[in-house]
């Protein structure tokens, strides 16, 4: 499986970004994280491969929402009202079966998208 991240770029505090990750090969639960300068990388979101369930990070409920189009095998990351410490490298990962948003294993990962977040 491989993963591609984009649509990350340069956008002014109270913006909005919308991240897109394409997989090549079958996908399951997916998630985005993220990893800011000298800081552990951290999860941000998750989707199952229905839809149905979705799990947020407290930092990002209500400002951040994730979807998916299975069609185009694809997972979006809808980010408003940016804040500065929402700068980081967002990555997207899948798992390798179903698996619930609580107990995800992921295992394959895309290369990362900068979202720089100016005050």
């Known amino acids: 499986v491989q993963l591609q991240a984009s649509g990350g770029g340069l956008v002014q505090a109270g913006g909005s970004l919308r991240l897109s990750c394409a997989a090549s090969?079958?996908?399951?639960?997916m998630g985005w994280f993220r990893q800011a300068p000298g800081k552990e990388r951290e999860f941000v979101a998750g989707?199952?491969?229905?839809?149905?369930?979705?799990a947020y990070a407290d930092s990002v409920k209500g400002r951040f929402t994730i979807s998916r189009d299975n069609a185009k095998n694809t997972v979006f990351l809808q980010m408003n009202s940016l804040k500065p410490e929402d700068t980081a490298l967002y990555y997207c990962?899948?798992?390798?079966?179903?698996?619930?948003?609580?107990?995800?294993?992921?295992?394959?990962w895309g290369q990362g998208t900068l979202v720089t977040v100016s005050s």
């Open positions: 989707i199952t491969y229905s839809g149905g369930s979705t």
């Open positions: 990962a899948t798992t390798v079966s179903p698996q619930s948003l609580t107990a995800a294993k992921y295992e394959y």
């Open positions: 090969g079958r996908t399951f639960t």
